[in-house]
């Protein structure tokens, strides 16, 4: 019963985490400190009904989340706000979330060999993360135009779209950065960590576009809030366990 609750508890700072990461690219850390604040109560009930092996479970999963979550974070595979979060979903949760719902036993795939939840809850939203390519190919694919052609790899990371429509989008890099040599020839790179409209001075494409230059449409790229791959994570890890590990098991033993 505690499991349940604990998950009913989360699942609103998770999703309003979502929210605000859609709304800004940012989540508060008053959001985190919310969360382990109140959520403190069940970790207080547990320590004292599990005693010491649960006070050992709580440590372990707190020192050893927190190393490999820092590590992830100072190499830039996801925000700080994202770290907090996941160091959170570790306090409150050092043992594998079990459960008895509707006579079925949850997670329903079975318990993963590596009984850290958050790492569960990471693995299942890199792999959430990883099928986000494939949705952007089917949706240029569905919005074809021959001009996709020239950058088809393209077509797994962004999509086009018209420069005159840039002032009213928000959250978006440009795939490629445009410079203009001394002969008046604008030279195409692309911009592996994705350029902002900003930086890349978009009043400058216009004009680029006026002059015909450029394309009226150019690729650009999304940034996708990485709370929504956590919280879907989450609601994987809880319900059905660790896709990646039973994925990759099911392959071997067939």
């Known amino acids: 019963m505690i499991e349940i609750l604990k998950i009913l508890f989360t699942m609103p700072f998770l999703l309003y985490g979502c929210y605000t990461d ?36 709580l440590v372990l999963s707190s020192v050893i989340v927190f190393i490999s979550i820092y590590i992830l974070f100072q190499l830039g595979a996801f925000g700080g706000g ?81 420069v005159s429509s840039l002032k009213n989008k928000e959250h978006l890099g440009l795939l490629e950065k445009f410079e203009l040599d001394e002969n008046g020839v604008v030279i195409r790179k692309f911009a592996r960590a994705g350029l902002n409209f900003d930086a890349n001075q978009k009043p400058e494409l216009e ?29 994987i890890a809880v319900v059905f366990g660790d896709l990646i590990f039973y994925a990759v098991s099911g392959f071997l033993g067939g």
Do not use: Q
């Open 82 to 162: 994202d770290a907090k979060g996941l160091i959170v979903l570790s306090i409150l949760f050092p043992l594998y979330p079990v459960f008895l719902f509707s006579e079925k036993v949850y997670p329903l795939l079975g318990l993963p060999p590596i009984g850290f939840f958050t790492f569960t809850v990471l693995e299942n939203a890199l792999l959430v993360t990883v099928l986000v390519p494939i949705g952007m190919f089917c949706y240029n694919f569905m919005h074809f135009s021959p001009e996709m052609l020239k950058n088809p790899l393209y077509m797994f990371i962004g999509y086009r779209t018209e």
């Open 207 to 235: 004009e680029y576009v006026k002059k015909g230059l450029i394309e009226k449409e150019i690729w650009v790229t999304p940034g996708l809030p990485f709370m929504l791959s956590i919280t879907a994570g989450f609601i």
């Open 22 to 57: 859609i709304k800004e690219r940012r989540v508060s850390n008053k959001v985190w400190k919310y969360m382990l604040a109140s959520g403190s109560v069940f970790v207080i009930y547990e320590v004292f009904t599990g005693g010491i092996p649960y006070l050992k479970s």
